[in-house]
């Protein structure tokens, strides 16, 4: 193969062939630093953890722990709670920002500063906002009603709830924009004729709206959900897993096991989420890869 | 001056009752932030929206590191900041190259490569932080500032590299086609004529690397202990490790930590926003 590559190099105008082969070489050569980064930092971590994984006995002690089913329950709890009612406010708001006023333009400038700021102080502000005796919360209420308020996330269902209550706040203004971009691609002309046909705004959204952007919804949908399992932030810097680890969702379980140097639960516990993640995973590949 | 009708008013009206409870909603966990760093430490806990004495008194001390918890504040935004723009560079480089390879170059088995660089994006980064830890582990990277570069160049790759290949497509294979007839090598295709017409996708993509990054949390506290060592969000996180945290320096901390990446992505905002990710959802 070298002597291809300097014969090309010194006679003008080579071959076809030889200038393939040229290619090929820069192709496989310029394609090598990240097939080496894919090998070092996802092949062989895989593989390394699906052998610390192989123990069949791990899989009966995660069953055992009561920890990872509540867990695997709050997991669930917060992907169908979470995603669908931050779709739907997402779908709600798009129609929204949509309307052209200056007012709204500016609002939606602001509107996405919980995505462009970063997850970590945001997320410990609203636990300090939530603390039972200084937090501002309970101050107002205190102040209002002369009560102490509810220890907030001393409560495993409203310290889910909250932790619920967080990610839709960081990732709602992302999905409100990709489902306006959806919006604002429908014709408009379409909105002036049903107009002209006496349509309501709900015959409008029934109609118009709804069918041309219920596939960019569903796709949105099921990439949230794969995002929302991998949403670490939310859970671990409100609750910490806690009160009494009843908070943990499986990707902040994984964490635990690994501080507490169960390594082969930790991965057991991300095995045990693969039949879920993989195949919207593959779904997801196969959309994008068309 | 015509005076707007009846339903006009109702009509701002009703969005008007949209548009505050989104500000609110959208604002209050920045503002109780904004506000702590601003209150002198007796005034925070008093549960007023607006401060007695308003004060850049936290921001001195956070600067001039005068506390406990603050005392390698410099370092570990250095640390941020290099880790930050390594893993930015790195990805870009990786990233270029591989999508230069695969689109234009049509390197045999680049679809396959692009499938595979898929799949490991969509699957969640948290999934994959416990085998990463083990491994830099085995390769003797943990507490070294190329574990947490390397771990985001792998998260960020994938992406990037099918965000450049989207883009590269769309260049016009005679260009490439004219080049090589004027006798143009390879590399120079790469370097005069590829990269100069890919500028703007390759800027989104550095921003994207580097916000990435610098927003990390959960691999840099995983791979990165020492306090000179740490990155400012874990350095964040440890303020919480003591019951008596200075929530008003943590509050200004992570005000300061959360400036550089809200203004470059405003200042990058059309690259951010339609170009990157409208794509990640095409109907």
């Known amino acids: 193969m070298a002597i291809t590559i300097s014969g090309s190099d010194s006679i003008p105008g080579p071959p076809l062939s030889s200038r393939l082969t040229t290619q090929q070489v820069w192709g496989i050569a310029l394609l090598a ?10 092949v062989y971590p895989v593989g390394y953890g699906l052998w610390l994984a192989r123990n069949p006995a791990s899989y009966v ?28 406010i997402a779908l709600f708001l798009s129609g929204f920002f949509a309307q052209q006023r200056p007012w709204i333009k500016w609002l939606s400038v602001i509107f996405i500063l919980p995505w462009a700021v970063p997850s970590i102080p945001t997320i410990l502000s609203v636990r300090f906002m939530l603390n039972p005796e200084w937090g501002v919360v309970n101050q107002l209420i205190f102040k209002f009603t002369g009560d102490d308020g509810p220890n907030w996330l001393n409560d495993p269902a409203v310290a889910l709830a909250m932790a619920i209550g967080v990610h839709i706040w960081k ?33 409008k959204f029934r109609f118009i709206t709804w069918p041309s952007m219920q596939t960019l919804y569903v796709t949105c949908t099921l990439l949230s959900m794969i995002w929302t399992l991998g949403d670490f932030n939310s859970v671990y810097l409100l609750t ?18 690994l501080r507490l140097d169960q390594l082969s639960l930790a991965m057991a516990s991300i095995v045990v989420a693969m039949p879920l993640v993989l195949p919207l995973v593959y779904f997801m590949m196969k959309r994008l890869s068309r | 001056m015509k005076l707007p009708s009846l339903r006009e008013v109702g009509t701002e009206a009703k969005l008007l009752l949209i548009g505050i409870p989104v500000f609110i909603w959208t604002m209050v966990p920045i503002y109780h932030m904004f506000l702590f760093a601003i209150s002198p430490k007796e005034d925070a806990f008093s549960g007023k929206l607006w401060p007695a004495h308003p004060t850049f008194k936290n921001f001195e001390i956070v600067f001039y590191q005068q506390h406990y918890f603050l005392r390698d504040f410099w370092i570990q935004f250095w640390n941020s900041t290099v880790i ?36 490991t994006y969509f699957i969640p980064a948290a999934f994959l932080a416990v085998p990463m830890y083990r491994t830099m582990g085995n ?21 990037a590299i099918w965000v450049l290949k989207q883009a590269s497509d769309k ?62 969000p874990v350095a964040l996180g440890n303020f919480l490790a003591a019951d008596d945290s200075p929530w008003e320096l943590l509050m200004t901390t992570g005000f300061i930590y959360a400036l550089p990446p809200a203004a470059v992505y405003y200042a990058f905002k059309r690259y951010m926003v339609g170009g990157l990710t409208a794509g990640a959802v095409k109907s």
């Open chain 1, 33 to 42: 630093p990240y097939l080496l980064v894919f090998l070092a930092f996802v």
């Open chain 1, 61 to 88: 002690a995660l069953y055992n722990d009561p920890i990872f089913t509540r867990a695997a329950v709050n997991t669930l709890i917060f992907l169908v709670v979470g995603i669908n009612v931050k779709m739907l």
């Open chain 1, 171 to 203: 990732s709602l203004p992302f999905w409100t924009l990709i489902l306006l971009t959806g919006r604002l691609a429908i014709s408009h002309d379409l909105y002036e004729a049903s107009e002209v046909d006496g349509a309501n705004w709900w015959q």
């Open chain 1, 240 to 257: 910490g897993g806690g009160p009494a680890d009843l908070t943990h969702v499986l990707s902040t379980l994984g964490i635990r096991y």
């Open chain 2, 84 to 119: 930050a723009l390594a893993a930015g560079a790195l990805t870009l480089f990786v990233a270029t190259a591989a999508a230069f390879s695969i689109s234009r170059l049509k390197v045999p088995g680049g679809r396959w490569v692009m499938n595979l660089a898929l799949f």
């Open chain 2, 139 to 159: 390769y003797g990277l943990l507490n070294n500032h190329w574990s947490l570069i390397l771990a985001m160049v792998t998260i960020a790759s994938p992406y």
């Open chain 2, 171 to 232: 260049l016009p294979v005679e260009l490439d086609e004219a080049a090589t007839m004027d006798g143009a090598t390879t590399l120079q295709l790469f370097r005069l004529v590829y990269v100069p017409l890919m500028m703007p996708s390759l800027v989104a993509i550095g921003t994207y690397a580097v916000l990435l990054a610098w927003n990390e949390y959960l691999y840099a506290f995983l791979l990165l202990s020492k306090d000179t060592d740490i990155t400012l």
